[in-house]
């Protein structure tokens, strides 16, 4: 069911902005999450955190942070300060509404949680046109923290470096960063982490929380942003804007794409846009598309993905008995990083990827793929019996440093 909220017409509201460089903010705004970590944890003196924790909750100004959504939306973390207790509601408010819709809240009616994982890593990055409110990606992630509750999320390689880094460039030491980001990924103790599910019909996630807002379809108003899409073929690459909820979803739809990490770095003239679930009329994409329809229901879909090292022993599609096979090392991205390339009289070479300058990555989802997965001691041993293609390798084997 969906919650509302009424604007706060007569609350002696502040913009909270300025807060966010407080000494001891981010220890006291996140105390709830935190568990067991003290304000050093978060690289703050335990004063300043209650300074801080003091303004956060002083009756005569009710603090308010706004983050920015695509299409004149926001998300607003609003203070709730009486004279003996202080909440936060945290409310989704969209143009053509009077009333703000609740996402999470920690009053006595333990609303939430509102977001998942891919909602909140879309609306960490601030809106291209956004001029006003919270717009550092540190910020907004750390600030949506509370409405957060995945059970996916502290387990995500990417969720919980995401959360480090945002903790890092706000100060907190780095030795302990990455349980600190599991803890505050866990979900905020007054709701806990629920499963989350993705519904195509109403392009938004659900949530299976029983103290959730969102067990209904909301839109694509969190979770839906434009991502910068390319299938490199090694000469070249295509590339597309796609709208869609996450990388992670365009990935499970299309073969052979990936999303591109810093699209500032291209080149972005012409490019068509598309959406996930309608790729128009482009030959590619439906390609792409169908090929990944026909994989989703193998066994092995997506074995070999989200992984920070794979092995395969491959051979060419049309290699006969006097042709190689080949020993893989692939990073996370799909593109190798190590070759035995392997003779039928047994004798094999090694190289590594500085040998060779045009690397288009496998498509980690592809199921066969995963038929050609090789135990890494496997890889190991050819390496080290395998005599280097260059003279760039240290006396072990391994590549040296550039």
Same mark, same amino acid.
């Given at each position: 069911m969906v919650?509302?909220?009424?604007?706060?017409?007569?609350?002696?509201?502040?913009?909270?902005l300025p807060l966010l460089d407080e000494p001891g903010f981010w220890a006291a705004y996140l105390a709830d999450l935190a568990g067991e970590f003290a304000p050093d944890a978060?690289?703050?003196?335990p004063a300043d955190a209650g300074d801080a924790l003091e303004r956060l909750d002083d009756p005569a100004a009710w603090p308010v942070f706004t983050v920015p959504l695509d299409g004149g939306g926001a998300i607003l973390?609003?203070?709730?300060?009486?004279?003996?207790? +202080?909440?936060?509601?945290?409310? @989704? !408010? =969209?143009?053509?509404?009077?009333?703000? %819709?609740? %996402?999470? *809240?920690?009053?006595?009616?333990?609303?939430?949680?509102? =977001? $998942?994982?891919?909602? %909140?890593?879309?609306?960490?990055?601030?809106?291209?046109?956004a001029t006003a409110g919270v717009l550092d990606p540190h910020d907004r992630l750390l600030l949506l923290l509370p409405v957060l509750g995945d059970t996916a999320a502290p387990a995500s390689r990417e969720a919980v470096a995401a959360v480090a880094a945002a903790l890092v460039a706000r100060g907190a030491p780095g030795e302990s960063v990455e349980a =600190?980001?599991?803890?505050?990924?866990?979900? #905020?103790?007054?709701?806990?982490? !629920?499963?989350?599910?993705?519904? *195509?019909?109403?392009?938004?996630?659900? $949530?299976?929380?029983?103290? +959730?807002?969102?067990?209904?379809?909301?839109?694509?108003?969190?979770?839906?942003?434009?991502? =910068?899409v390319q299938h490199d073929y090694g000469m070249g690459a295509l590339l597309w804007w796609m709208w869609a909820p996450s990388?992670?979803?365009?990935?499970?739809?299309? *073969?052979?794409?990936?999303?591109? !990490?810093?699209?500032?770095?291209?080149?972005?003239?012409?490019?068509?846009?598309?959406?996930?679930?309608?790729? /128009?009329?482009?030959?590619? %994409?439906? +390609?792409?598309? *169908?090929?990944? !329809?026909?994989?989703?229901? #193998? &066994?092995?879909? /997506?074995? @070999?993905?989200?992984?920070?090292?794979?092995w395969l022993r491959r051979r060419e599609e049309d290699a006969g008995p006097e042709d190689p096979s080949y020993l893989l090392e692939l990073g996370p991205d799909g593109r190798w990083?190590?070759?035995?390339?392997?003779? &039928?009289?047994?004798?094999?070479?090694?190289?590594?990827?500085?040998?060779?300058?045009?690397?288009?990555? $496998?498509? @980690?989802?592809?199921?066969?793929?995963?038929?050609s997965a090789i135990p890494a001691e496997t890889f190991e041993e050819a390496w080290r019996r395998a005599r280097p293609e260059s003279d760039g390798e240290t006396g072990d084997g391994a590549a040296a440093s550039p």
């Amino acid at each position: 069911m969906v919650m509302t909220r009424t604007r706060y017409a007569s609350a002696p509201v502040v913009d909270g902005l300025p807060l966010l460089d407080e000494p001891g903010f981010w220890a006291a705004y996140l105390a709830d999450l935190a568990g067991e970590f003290a304000p050093d944890a978060f690289g703050a003196d335990p004063a300043d955190a209650g300074d801080a924790l003091e303004r956060l909750d002083d009756p005569a100004a009710w603090p308010v942070f706004t983050v920015p959504l695509d299409g004149g939306g926001a998300i607003l973390a609003h203070r709730n300060n009486g004279e003996e207790h +202080s909440t936060t509601d945290h409310v @989704l !408010a =969209l143009p053509d509404r009077d009333t703000w %819709l609740a %996402l999470a *809240a920690d009053d006595q009616d333990r609303v939430g949680p509102g =977001l $998942c994982w891919p909602e %909140l890593d879309a609306v960490r990055r601030p809106p291209e046109s956004a001029t006003a409110g919270v717009l550092d990606p540190h910020d907004r992630l750390l600030l949506l923290l509370p409405v957060l509750g995945d059970t996916a999320a502290p387990a995500s390689r990417e969720a919980v470096a995401a959360v480090a880094a945002a903790l890092v460039a706000r100060g907190a030491p780095g030795e302990s960063v990455e349980a =600190l980001a599991q803890q505050l990924l866990g979900g #905020h103790p007054m709701w806990g982490a !629920a499963p989350w599910t993705y519904d *195509a019909d109403g392009a938004s996630w659900i $949530c299976g929380g029983g103290l +959730s807002p969102r067990g209904e379809p909301l839109g694509a108003f969190l979770s839906w942003r434009r991502h =910068l899409v390319q299938h490199d073929y090694g000469m070249g690459a295509l590339l597309w804007w796609m709208w869609a909820p996450s990388a992670r979803e365009i990935a499970e739809t299309y *073969a052979e794409v990936e999303v591109v !990490a810093d699209p500032a770095s291209r080149g972005l003239d012409g490019l068509d846009e598309v959406r996930i679930d309608d790729p /128009g009329q482009d030959p590619a %994409l439906t +390609s792409f598309r *169908a090929r990944r !329809a026909a994989q989703r229901g #193998h &066994p092995a879909f /997506g074995a @070999l993905a989200g992984r920070e090292r794979v092995w395969l022993r491959r051979r060419e599609e049309d290699a006969g008995p006097e042709d190689p096979s080949y020993l893989l090392e692939l990073g996370p991205d799909g593109r190798w990083l190590r070759q035995v390339e392997v003779a &039928p009289d047994g004798t094999s070479v090694r190289s590594t990827s500085d040998d060779w300058p045009i690397n288009p990555p $496998c498509d @980690l989802y592809d199921p066969e793929l995963a038929e050609s997965a090789i135990p890494a001691e496997t890889f190991e041993e050819a390496w080290r019996r395998a005599r280097p293609e260059s003279d760039g390798e240290t006396g072990d084997g391994a590549a040296a440093s550039p």
